[in-house]
Structure formats: C-alpha cells, structure tokens
T-cell receptor, first 115, second 117 residues
Framework: AQKVTQAQTEISVVEKEDVTLDCVYE???????LFWYKQPPSGELVFLIR??????QNEISGRYSWNFQKSTSSFNFTITASQVVDSAVYFCALSDENRDDKIIFGKGTRLHILP | EAGVAQSPRYKIIEKRQSVAFWCNPISGHATLYWYQQILGQGPKLLIQFQNNGVVDDSQLPKDRFSAERLKGVDSTLKIQPAKLEDSAVYLCASSSPGRGTTYNEQFFGPGTRLTVL
C-alpha cells in the first residue's frame, strides 16, 4: 500500500531563515510520482511540483528546491530565505503510474514564518 | 481565467440533517474531483468524474454520500444523514490534459468547511 509520512507536524522559523520539510514515502510500484502542494490560509491547494520516480535530479525553482533520494524513499522540500508569505500547510503526496491523478496525501506540515 | 468555484464556504448543521455542496470547475475541464480533508490530515479522494461519468468512487461512503455531475459541468456532493465524523473541509478540484503534456494538473477550489454538531 502507498503511504506518505510527514513527521514534522508544525515548524516555526524566523523570516529569512532556510527551512526543510521532510517527506518519506512507501510504495511497491517501480514507477510512481511525487508531489508537493501548498495550502495557504485561503484553503485551496496550490500545486508546486511533480516528480517522476525515474528522475532523481534535484530541482530548484527560485527560493524552492527539492531533494529526491530514492535510496531513502525521501522527497524533501527546502525553502531558502523564507518569507512571511510562505506561511502555509505543505503536503507531500504520491501517486502511481496507472493512476497518476489518484493522489495519496501526507498529513501535512504547518509552516509558520515569523517576522 | 476563473478558478474552481465552491459554495457555500461554510456550513453548520446538526447530526442527521442533510447538506449539499456545489462545485463549478474551470471551464473546459473534463475531470472533476471531490476530496474530504479532516482537520490535521491531508485530502482524501471521495469521487472522481470524467465528464458526467464516475471514474472512481471507491472511497465514497455510499450509504450516506452521493454525488452527481449532470451535463458534465457543475457537480453536487450530498450527505444524508450527516454524522459528527463528517466534519471536514470538502474540496473540489478539476483538471484537463495540458498541451504538450500527459499530466493533468489538478486545480483546487477554496473548499466548503462543514461542521456537524
């Protein structure tokens, strides 16, 4: 069965600090997809990234970066130079090749960026 | 382009009452999803429509939940009768194949927060 674990329930950092959100996943599939979503206080989920299990290259997008390590089944998310607007709940998620739109979400990490 | 619209944004009912939520997806999006997000957890898929047909309702508690998508556009999710454990945010999402990609990114609405007393 597929499972996503986000061990950090809540994190608080001071603005401009770097912060890493951890994600560990479980799957028996050889092909799968990993996601990160952001849920700001307004409620709607915002898609951040989708990663194929065969692509282990790290990715950087502005202040966001993702570290995918298949050997440890982890897909961690780092925000560099955090800003107050980054305050939100962040979800890591997983889907398989056959149903890449059936997304299994972790419980989320609530991130507080303090001014 | 308008996003996914949902109404109402908040609803408070007593247990055993009925409630309905409405979703209007992004124009042209063929696929529509309803998720349940219980406090402190990630969203869980309840039902997925492709146009007006059901693709997946394996996690929908069919004894009390029902959903329809008439004409393949708007959708309604109903709970009858509601239980205390149905208190949650109900999120609607829609997707459509993008040009040059096979991945159907899901766009989410703001959700309806249901409180069952």
């Amino acid at each position: 069965a597929q499972k996503v674990t986000q061990a950090q329930t809540e994190i608080s950092v001071v603005e401009k600090e770097d912060v890493t959100l951890d994600c560990v996943y479980e799957t028996r599939d050889t092909t799968y997809y990993l996601f990160w979503y952001k849920q700001p206080p307004s409620g709607e989920l915002v898609f951040l990234i989708r990663r194929n299990s065969f692509d282990e290259q790290n990715e950087i997008s502005g202040r966001y970066s993702w570290n995918f390590q298949k050997s440890t089944s982890s897909f961690n998310f780092t925000i560099t130079a955090s800003q107050v607007v980054d305050s939100a709940v962040y979800f890591c998620a997983l889907s398989d090749e056959n149903r890449d739109d059936k997304i299994i979400f972790g419980k989320g990490t609530r991130l507080h960026i303090l001014p | 382009e308008a996003g996914v619209a949902q109404s109402p944004r908040y609803k408070i009912i007593e247990k055993r009452q009925s409630v309905a939520f409405w979703c209007n997806p992004i124009s042209g999006h063929a696929t529509l999803y309803w998720y349940q997000q219980i406090l402190g957890q990630g969203p869980k898929l309840l039902i997925q429509f492709q146009n007006n047909g059901v693709v997946d309702d394996s996690q929908l508690p069919k004894d009390r939940f029902s959903a329809e998508r008439l004409k393949g556009v708007d959708s309604t999710l109903k709970i009858q009768p509601a239980k205390l454990e149905d208190s949650a945010v109900y999120l609607c999402a829609s997707s459509s194949p993008g040009r040059g990609t096979t991945y159907n990114e899901q766009f989410f609405g703001p959700g309806t927060r249901l409180t069952v007393l």
